[in-house]
């Protein structure tokens, strides 16, 4: 079973940066496409971005692109979300998620998720 562990959530303030992390470990043989999704309260999952096996494609919402960069290093197992001029509303739960081979935009293709990282932007 593989496991998904997000890091790095916390409290910023508008126009600051964070730098989540997702750690897979388990049974991480494969090599899948990963993205990053958010929900709010009382919102829907939202897309936020993905990547593809080798990280060579990237794929991103449209309210986080220019300011979200998604990246991975497969030697460590580890997929990243590098969020800068964070904004109020980009609070929300960010979650990591694996599917298979190809980059993927909808939730319904993701297989593998991780619990979550808290992420609340100050105005």
């Known amino acids: 079973q593989v496991q998904l562990v997000e890091s790095g959530g916390g409290l910023v303030q508008a126009g600051g940066s964070l730098r989540l992390s997702c750690a897979r470990s388990?049974?991480?043989?494969?090599?899948?496409?990963m993205g990053w999704f958010r929900q709010a309260p009382g919102k829907e999952r939202e897309f936020v971005a993905a990547i593809s096996q080798s990280g060579g494609s990237t794929s991103y919402g449209d309210s986080v692109k220019g300011r979200f960069t998604i990246s991975r290093d497969n030697a460590k197992n580890t997929l990243y979300l590098q969020m800068n001029s964070l904004k109020p509303e980009d609070t929300a739960v960010y979650y990591c998620?694996?599917?298979?081979?190809?980059?993927?935009?909808?939730?319904?293709?993701?297989?593998?998720w991780g619990q979550g990282t808290q992420v609340t932007v100050s105005s």
């Open positions: 388990g049974r991480t043989f494969d090599m899948p496409a």
């Open positions: 998620a694996a599917t298979s081979l190809f980059i993927a935009i909808r939730p319904r293709f993701y297989n593998d």
